[in-house]
C-alpha cells in the first residue's frame, strides 16, 4: 500500500507502477483521487507540462499533424518509430468515412436547429447499431483500436455542418485528411492551407487531457463492458456539459456581442461584480496558466490579423487580461478553450459548433485511455454513505 | 452528495475505486451484511405490495411519500409526457434488426432528446421537472422497442392506467390481470434505487458537467448495457429454463459447482447475504408460476438455489435480484429479450435522484490519472 500525496503538498504524478491500495487526500469533485495508471498522457499540475507518449505538447504543436497524433496516443508510436503503420492508419481513418445512409438519413431527418452535440449523439447511436450486432463481442476494444471510430466521428460532424448550413449530403473526397474534409464541409468550399494546419492544431490539443469527465464517464461506462458506441454516447453526453467542452459554445456567446476593447473592460467588471461566470476560465488541472493557451493565443492572433479580425483578438486579449487581474489572484487561470472556442470561430463554425468540433480531436484520446483502459480494467464501484432519515414505516 | 459539503478527508482505496467513498447520501441505504435496503428509511420489503411505483418513485426522488394532492399532480405530470416524439419512434426503422436491443433504445432516446427545447437542457430550475417526462417516454419507447422486436405494431398508451400497468399495455397490447400488475408493480418499486452503483456513478459525473438529466441518465443506460453490470435476469432465466425439473436442477446445480461455474443471478459485490429483494419477490413468482400451471418452473428455482446458496452461501453467494425477475416477466408475458428492461425503466428513478442531490453546487467529478513511466 502506498501513501500518494497530500493536497496541499508537491506529489509527483508519475510513478513506476502503483501498489493498490493506494491513500489520498480526496477533495471536491474527486480531486486528488487515483482513478486509472496510464501510459497515455502525463500532466503535471504544478510545472504546467502536459506530454503525449512522452512527446511534449509544444513538439506536437510545431506542425501539427492529427492523424499521426491519434496514431502516437493510441499506439504509442511515433511517425518516424512506425511510418508504415501511421500511412495504414490514415488509409484506415480516411476510408471509415464513408457512413451507411441510413444513418444520414437519419440525421438529415432531426431539425437542423437542434444542437449539434445531440445530432452527433443520435448519429454516433445509429452507427454503432450498423457497427455491431447482438452477436458481437460488444465488449471488445477492437473498435477503438482499429480507430474507425475517429473517422466516423469526424465525418458526422461534417455532415451535421453542412445539414445545419443548409447544405446538402455530401461525403468527404476520398483522400484527403480529417480536418481537411471537415473544413469543406463546414464552409463548403476547398480549405485554405493556415486553416487546415488550426483545426489540426486545435484537434492535437484537444485530443487528450487526463481524465476529465468526458473521458472518465467513458471509462466508467467501458469497466461495465458497454459497447464502445454506448461509451462514445455516454462521453459526448458529458462533453456538452457547460462546466467542460460546452464552455467553448459559452465563450463564444459572451465575447462575440463585444464591439470593443472597452466595451469589453466594462462588461468583465460587471460580470464579476454580479458574480457571473466567465466562460474559459477555471480549471482543476493545472495551478498555473494551462500550458495550450500560450500556443493557441498565438495562433489565434495570427488568423485574426491574416483575416481582418485584429479587433476580436484584441477584444480578447482584453477580457483576459481583466479577468487575469481579477482572478488569478483567487487562483482561477484562463483555460483551453478561451482561445481554442476563437479559433474554431474564425475557421467558420457558429457557437454551438464548437463542442462538435472538440469531440472530433477527444476522439483520439478517449480511444486512447478507454481501450488501454480496457486491457486490465474493474469495474469502478465506489460508495457513497448514507446520512438521511433513520427507519421509518409506511 | 459530495457537492454538499466538502470531503477532503484522507482515503485508502483499491483499483476501480473500490472503497473510496464519494460523498454523502440521504437517498438509500444498503447495508450489505445485514441485507437490508431503504428508500429515504423505508425498508423496500414494507413497500412492496403497499405502494405503486408512483409512489416509490416520488419518494426516491423527492424525499417524501406523496400526499393525495401531490400524488395527483406527480401522476398526472407522468400521464402527460406519455406521448415521445414521432421521430423517436420512427429512428427504428433506421437502424438494422439484428442491432442489440439495447443500442436500438439508446438510438431512440438520443433521438428523442433532439426534440427537447434548447433551454430546458442547461436550466437549473428545468432540471426538476424532467424526471416525469424521462420516465414516461423511456417507458413508451421500450414498449415499443419491445414490439418492435417481434414484429408487432405499436400500442398507444391509455391515460387511466398507472405507471406499471401501462407499460405492460403498451408491451402486451391487452392490460394485465390483477395478479400480473401486482407483480410487476412489485419489482419496479424493489428496483428503484440502489446506491451508487457503477451506472449511477457514470450518471453524476455527467450530471456534474452542468449537462441534462437525460444526458446522465444516457449515460447511466451505457453502464447497464455493459455485460458485467445488466442483463443477468435474461441469463439467469435462460438457465432455469433450461433444466427439465428440481430433480435435474439439482443434479446439473452439484456438478457445475464442482467444476467452478459461475451462476448468473447469484452473487453480488455488496449483499454477502440473502438480498433482501429476492426475498420481497418471491412470493409473487411463485403465485405468478401457479396460476398459469408452472410450479415445476418455480421449484426448479427453489431446488438451484438451495443447492447453490448451500455450496457458496458461506462464501457471501446468494441469489441476487435478477435471479427472481425473470420468474416475474416470463408468466406475465414478456419476452426473455426483454428481460433487462424494467429494471432500466426502474432504477433511472435513482439515477436521476443522485443527480438531483448533487446538482446544487456539485464540482465536475474529475480525478486523477498517475502516469506510468515506460522508461
Known amino acids: 500500500m502506498s501513501k500518494l500525496q497530500t493536497l496541499s503538498g508537491a506529489f509527483d504524478w508519475r510513478a513506476e507502477a502503483i501498489d493498490w491500495p493506494v491513500t489520498t487526500d480526496v477533495g471536491p469533485g474527486l480531486a486528488g483521487v487515483v482513478a486509472a495508471e496510464t501510459r497515455v498522457m502525463w500532466l503535471d499540475p504544478s510545472s504546467g507540462e502536459l506530454a503525449y507518449r512522452g512527446v511534449p505538447i509544444d513538439a506536437l504543436a510545431s506542425s501539427p499533424d492529427f492523424e499521426a497524433t491519434a496514431h502516437l496516443l493510441i499506439t504509442g508510436r511515433g511517425p518516424e518509430e512506425d511510418p508504415g503503420g501511421l500511412a495504414n492508419f490514415r488509409h484506415q481513418v480516411r476510408s471509415s468515412r464513408l457512413l451507411p445512409p441510413d444513418v444520414v438519413d437519419l440525421v438529415r431527418s432531426l431539425d437542423p436547429a437542434t444542437h449539434p452535440t445531440r445530432i452527433l449523439r443520435a448519429g454516433v447511436s445509429a452507427l454503432g447499431c450498423h457497427e455491431l450486432s447482438v452477436d458481437d463481442d460488444l465488449s471488445g476494444s477492437r473498435q477503438w483500436r482499429e480507430l474507425r471510430i475517429v473517422g466516423q466521428v469526424a465525418s458526422l460532424v461534417g455532415e451535421i455542418c453542412r445539414h445545419r448550413n443548409g447544405l446538402g449530403s455530401r461525403a468527404p473526397e476520398e483522400g484527403c485528411s480529417l480536418s481537411e474534409g471537415v473544413l469543406a464541409a463546414l464552409n463548403d468550399r476547398r480549405p485554405e492551407p493556415d486553416e487546415i494546419r488550426a483545426l489540426d492544431l486545435l484537434w492535437v490539443l484537444y485530443a487528450a487531457h487526463g481524465l476529465d469527465a468526458p473521458t472518465f464517464t467513458s471509462m466508467v461506462v467501458a469497466s461495465c463492458l458497454a459497447d464502445p458506441y454506448y461509451n462514445i454516447v455516454a462521453g459526448l453526453s458529458a462533453l456538452r456539459g457547460p462546466k467542460t467542452g460546452g464552455a467553448s459554445e459559452s465563450v463564444l456567446d459572451q465575447l462575440l456581442p463585444l464591439d470593443n476593447p472597452g466595451a469589453a473592460e466594462a462588461w468583465v467588471r460587471k460580470a464579476i461584480d454580479s458574480g457571473e461566470t466567465i466562460a474559459g476560465f477555471g480549471h482543476r488541472a493545472y495551478h498555473m496558466p494551462d500550458p495550450r493557451v500560450v500556443i493557441l493565443r498565438k495562433e489565434v492572433a495570427a488568423m485574426a490579423r491574416s483575416r481582418g479580425r485584429s479587433e476580436l483578438f484584441e477584444i480578447a486579449r482584453t477580457v483576459e487580461s481583466a479577468v487575469t487581474r481579477e482572478l488569478a489572484p483567487k487562483g482561477v487561470f484562463i483555460n483551453v478553450n478561451f482561445y481554442g472556442a476563437l479559433l474554431f470561430h474564425l475557421l467558420g463554425a457558429e457557437p454551438p459548433l464548437a463542442p462538435c468540433l472538440i469531440a472530433v480531436g477527444r476522439m483520439a484520446g478517449m480511444a486512447a485511455l478507454v481501450s488501454e483502459a480496457l486491457d486490465n480494467i474493474r469495474l469502478y464501484r465506489p460508495l457513497s454513505r448514507y446520512v438521511g432519515v433513520g427507519d421509518r414505516t409506511p | 452528495m459530495i457537492g454538499n459539503g466538502p470531503v477532503c478527508a484522507e482515503q485508502t482505496y483499491g483499483r476501480g475505486l473500490a472503497g473510496l467513498v464519494v460523498g454523502d447520501t440521504a437517498i438509500s441505504e444498503v447495508d450489505g451484511i445485514r441485507g437490508r435496503l431503504l428508500y429515504r428509511g423505508y425498508p423496500v420489503e414494507q413497500l412492496v405490495g403497499r405502494t405503486s411505483f408512483e409512489e416509490v418513485a416520488y419518494l426516491v426522488l423527492f424525499g417524501e411519500m406523496p400526499d393525495a394532492s401531490r400524488l395527483a399532480d406527480w401522476t398526472a405530470e407522468l400521464v402527460r409526457w406519455r406521448h415521445p416524439p414521432e421521430a423517436a419512434l420512427d429512428a427504428l426503422q433506421r437502424v438494422p434488426a439484428r442491432a442489440h436491443p439495447l443500442a436500438?433504445?439508446?438510438?431512440?432516446?438520443?433521438?428523442?432528446?433532439?426534440?427537447?427545447?434548447?433551454?430546458?437542457?442547461?436550466?437549473?430550475?428545468?432540471?426538476?421537472?424532467?424526471?416525469?417526462?424521462?420516465?414516461?417516454?423511456?417507458?413508451?419507447?421500450?414498449?415499443?422497442?419491445?414490439?418492435?422486436?417481434?414484429?408487432?405494431?405499436?400500442?398507444?398508451?391509455?391515460?387511466?392506467?398507472?405507471?406499471?400497468?401501462?407499460?405492460?399495455?403498451?408491451?402486451?397490447?391487452?392490460?394485465?390481470?390483477?395478479?400480473?400488475?401486482?407483480?410487476?408493480?412489485?419489482?419496479?418499486?424493489?428496483?428503484?434505487?440502489?446506491?451508487?452503483?457503477?451506472?449511477?456513478?457514470?450518471?453524476?459525473?455527467?450530471?456534474?458537467?452542468?449537462?441534462?438529466?437525460?444526458?446522465?441518465?444516457?449515460?447511466?443506460?451505457?453502464?447497464?448495457?455493459?455485460?458485467?453490470?445488466?442483463?443477468?435476469?435474461?441469463?439467469?432465466?435462460?438457465?432455469?429454463?433450461?433444466?427439465?425439473?428440481?430433480?435435474?436442477?439439482?443434479?446439473?446445480?452439484?456438478?457445475?459447482?464442482?467444476?467452478?461455474?459461475?451462476?448468473?443471478?447469484?452473487?453480488?459485490?455488496?449483499?454477502?447475504?440473502?438480498?433482501?429483494?429476492?426475498?420481497?419477490?418471491?412470493?409473487?413468482?411463485?403465485?405468478?408460476?401457479?396460476?398459469?400451471?408452472?410450479?415445476?418452473?418455480?421449484?426448479?428455482?427453489?431446488?438451484?438455489?438451495?443447492?447453490?446458496?448451500?455450496?457458496?452461501?458461506?462464501?457471501?453467494?446468494?441469489?441476487?435480484?435478477?435471479?427472481?425477475?425473470?420468474?416475474?416477466?416470463?408468466?406475465?408475458?414478456?419476452?426473455?429479450?426483454?428481460?433487462?428492461?424494467?429494471?432500466?425503466?426502474?432504477?433511472?428513478?435513482?439515477?436521476?435522484?443522485?443527480?438531483?442531490?448533487?446538482?446544487?453546487?456539485?464540482?465536475?467529478?474529475?480525478?486523477?490519472?498517475?502516469?506510468?513511466?515506460?522508461?
Open chain 2, 104 to 375: 436500438q433504445y439508446r438510438t431512440m432516446m438520443t433521438v428523442a432528446a433532439c426534440h427537447i427545447p434548447e433551454p430546458e437542457n442547461t436550466e437549473l430550475d428545468a432540471q426538476w421537472r424532467r424526471p416525469a417526462r424521462i420516465l414516461s417516454w423511456t417507458a413508451g419507447l421500450a414498449a415499443y422497442a419491445i414490439r418492435h422486436l417481434q414484429g408487432l405494431a405499436p400500442v398507444a398508451p391509455r391515460d387511466d392506467l398507472g405507471y406499471a400497468a401501462n407499460f405492460l399495455y403498451q408491451t402486451l397490447g391487452e392490460p394485465p390481470s390483477e395478479e400480473a400488475l401486482e407483480a410487476f408493480e412489485a419489482s419496479l418499486v424493489v428496483q428503484a434505487e440502489h446506491g451508487l452503483h457503477a451506472a449511477a456513478f457514470a450518471a453524476l459525473i455527467v450530471i456534474s458537467t452542468g449537462a441534462d438529466l437525460g444526458s446522465a441518465v444516457l449515460a447511466g443506460m451505457g453502464a447497464l448495457s455493459g455485460a458485467r453490470h445488466g442483463g443477468a435476469n435474461q441469463l439467469c432465466f435462460e438457465m432455469l429454463a433450461r433444466l427439465e425439473g428440481p430433480e435435474h436442477a439439482r443434479v446439473w446445480a452439484l456438478e457445475a459447482l464442482a467444476r467452478g461455474h459461475r451462476f448468473p443471478g447469484f452473487g453480488h459485490r455488496v449483499y454477502k447475504c440473502p438480498d433482501p429483494r429476492v426475498r420481497s419477490l418471491e412470493p409473487y413468482a411463485e403465485a405468478l408460476l401457479a396460476s398459469r400451471g408452472q410450479k415445476k418452473l418455480w421449484h426448479t428455482y427453489l431446488a438451484l438455489r438451495e443447492e447453490v446458496e448451500g455450496a457458496l452461501g458461506a462464501k457471501g453467494i446468494y441469489a441476487n435480484v435478477d435471479s427472481i425477475t425473470g420468474l416475474l416477466y416470463h408468466p406475465i408475458g414478456l419476452p426473455v429479450s426483454a428481460f433487462p428492461i424494467p429494471f432500466c425503466l426502474a432504477i433511472q428513478t435513482g439515477w436521476m435522484a443522485h443527480c438531483l442531490e448533487y446538482l446544487p453546487d456539485g464540482r465536475v467529478i474529475e480525478p486523477g490519472a498517475v502516469y506510468i513511466d515506460p522508461e
